[in-house]
T-cell receptor, first 114, second 111 residues
Framework: GAGVSQSPSNKVTEKGKDVELRCDPI?????LYWYRQSLGQGLEFLIY????????KSGLPSDRFSAERTGGSVSTLTIQRTQQEDSAVYLC????????????FGDGTRLSIL | GESVGLHLPTLSVQEGDNSIINCAYS??????FIWYKQESGKGPQFIID?????DKRQGQRVTVLLNKTVKHLSLQIAATQPGDSAVYFC??????????FGTGTRLLVSP
């Protein structure tokens, strides 16, 4: 596809389980971002990947959150031992030119923790 | 991580009116600004951007105005349509720092 693709679109899981969220960025985009958006709120930055550079993890809320980007393309955001406060929409975005161009977003994964 | 916005301000307009959505930014060093539109159940969609060496930029039915003196950004939508109903976010960036998103404004367009 032409846009950023995220899967699954919806995920419901029990508290304490681990979840993996996937992001396929736009082909050729070197920068990839993860954000979290709680209901009715703005976007909370989580992590940023740029090429082969060390990722900027400054937004990860706890050590239960981690992310990988393999081969400079697909990224996986993992949340271990999920808590109810992790319920949110997780958005992925990609861009060219590192941080100097506009970011293009996927439609997100809506995560619900029971 | 950074988190902005608890209760979204709302702008209600009639179809055909011009809409103006405002955003105050905090970092005087910010040199790049973006407006996004987010419809329910979808990710933010890029609308228009502007760099700090400009004070106005126009797109299709949209105009962004930047006032660096008072750190104010606005998005003007001409002849607003029901399809423009969404939440609009501004975002700012300084150099190669990460984008910082504003609170968001909900635009409601009545037919």
């Amino acid at each position: 596809g032409a846009g950023v693709s995220q899967s699954p679109s919806n995920k419901v899981t029990e508290k304490g389980k681990d979840v993996e969220l996937r992001c396929d960025p736009i082909s050729g985009h070197t920068a990839l971002y993860w954000y979290r958006q709680s209901l009715g709120q703005g976007l909370e930055f989580l992590i940023y990947f740029q090429g082969n550079s060390a990722p900027d993890k400054s937004g990860l809320p706890s050590d239960r959150f981690s992310a990988e980007r393999t081969g400079g393309s697909v990224s996986t955001l993992t949340i271990q031992r999920t808590q109810q406060e992790d319920s949110a929409v997780y958005l992925c975005a990609s861009s060219t030119e590192g941080r100097s161009g506009p970011q293009h977003f996927g439609d997100g994964t809506r995560l619900s923790i029971l | 991580g950074e988190s902005v916005g608890l209760h979204l301000p709302t702008l209600s307009v009639q179809e055909g009116d011009n809409s103006i959505i405002n955003c105050a930014y905090s970092n005087s060093a910010s040199d790049y600004f973006i407006w996004y539109k987010q419809e329910s159940g979808k990710g933010p969609q890029f609308i228009i951007d502007i760099r700090s060496n400009m004070d106005k930029r126009q797109g299709q039915r949209v105009t962004v105005l930047l006032n660096k003196t008072v750190k104010h950004l606005s998005l003007q939508i001409a002849a607003t349509q029901p399809g423009d109903s969404a939440v609009y976010f501004c975002a700012e960036r300084s150099g190669f720092q990460k984008l910082v998103f504003g609170t968001g404004t909900r635009l409601l367009v009545s037919p």
